[in-house]
């Protein structure tokens, strides 16, 4: 730190006198340098270095009377001490703590598909990546593969082909309800093979009723494979009268010249004819059902 001050030099001639220093010719007062610089604020401490030697004044400052927040192009209360110890309103980290917690923070993506789920990636903690699972903003979600649950899943479930909600329901609730509505004895989808020149009566295997069902009604397309290819719908139903079953059967397409009847234990038979070119034949059926 510099100091500038115009020093009036009064000699007095003779030897053995004091040099005295005066501030200006028109000081009326002499003295020691010492003595003519004062310090009022505190900031900057003197200190008379080699007392009775050779002696120089030494300036410093007194940081501790320095109120920073006083000082110019700054804002109050900006000075912050670092210390990477605690976090408080007070204090700033330095920039390697800072940079050690930025990596305990999840990465950054860059561009990613809106609406996307996110995951994550590794056993780091850290590091994320993109799902394909879409949460729309109607709250649509699309893109599940399988889902496993544990506990019940609960809330409004509706079933398409109804249009009817069990709402605040679990889904096997929902589900245990459904099958309450279905007969046990109902068929949903099933197959069997044709077979050609199949003059004996043999079973369409699959579609066939036990004792606990009162009646049916059964759809079964035809379908053979030959030269001349033939395609016919067939609506079967049939009533359990005890011992015996008796069988109303209907049908319209071509004439695939099979036909159909019931055993006495519920199994329905068939008997094909002989089909020139024969590929395969198959039957296609599904059935609705009372119980007794």
């Known amino acids: 730190m510099s100091f500038y001050t115009r020093l009036g030099i009064d000699l007095i001639a003779g030897a053995g006198q004091d040099v005295k220093v005066k501030v200006s010719i028109t000081d009326t007062s002499s003295g020691y340098l010492q003595d003519k610089i004062t310090v009022d604020s505190g900031k900057i401490t003197i200190t008379k270095v080699s007392d009775a030697g050779v002696e120089t004044l030494d300036f410093d400052i007194n940081e501790a009377a320095v109120d920073h927040d006083a000082l110019l192009n700054f804002v109050a209360a900006e000075h912050r001490a670092q210390n990477d110890g605690v976090t408080s309103s007070t204090t700033l980290w330095s920039s390697s703590k800072t940079q050690t917690e930025l990596n305990t923070k999840v990465n950054d993506l860059g561009t990613v598909t809106d609406n996307r789920l996110v995951r994550t990636n590794g056993t780091d ?37 109804t249009g009817t909600s069990l709402a605040s329901t679990t889904v096997e609730t929902a589900i245990a309800e459904l099958d309450g509505r279905d007969a046990a004895g109902d068929i949903y989808a099933g197959s069997a093979t044709i077979a050609d020149s199949q003059a004996v009566a043999a079973s369409v295997t699959g579609l066939a009723f036990a004792s606990t069902v009162r009646s049916f009604e059964a759809q079964v397309a035809v379908f053979i494979d030959a030269d001349a290819d033939k395609a016919e719908e067939f609506t079967i139903k049939g009533i359990n009268k005890g011992s015996v079953w008796d069988v109303s059967i209907v049908s319209f397409g071509d004439d695939s010249e099979i036909t159909f009847d019931i055993s006495a234990g519920g199994q329905v038979t068939y008997t094909s004819g002989t089909y020139a070119g024969f590929v395969s034949g198959n039957f296609r059926f599904r059935a609705l059902t009372t119980t007794v």
């Not at 949460?135 to 649950?149: K, Q, R």
């Open 125 to 161: 903690g850290v590091t994320l990546q993109e799902s394909g699972i879409t949460i729309d903003d109607s709250d649509n979600v699309t893109g599940v593969a399988d889902i496993t649950i544990s506990g019940s899943l609960t809330g409004d479930v509706v079933f398409d082909n």
